[in-house]
C-alpha cells in the first residue's frame, strides 16, 4: 500500500490505539499519550494518542506497529455464520 499523506493526517488528528494490558503503562508514560475513555469509563489496554505525538512519520509508525503487533498476537476468531444461533 502506498503512503497517503491526507490519511496520515486524518489518524493524526485523532488516534487511538489498543496496546493490550501489559504495554499500557508504558504506553501512557510516552508523550502525548492518555488514558482512553470513549464510554466515561477508562479502557485498560487503550490510548489516545494526542495529534502533535504523531507528527513524524517515524512516531505514528511506532504506535501503528505497536497496535498491529498487539492486534495480531490475539487469537483467531472462529467463523460463524450469521443468523446462527
Known sequence: MAYDESLAERVRDHLIVRVGPDAYDKALAKPGARPFDFTGRTMTGWVYVEGEAVRTT??????????AAFA?????????KRGRR
Open 72 to 80: 495480531q498476537s490475539l487469537p483467531r476468531k472462529s467463523a460463524t
Open 58 to 67: 517515524r512516531a505514528l509508525h511506532r504506535w501503528i506497529d505497536q497496535g
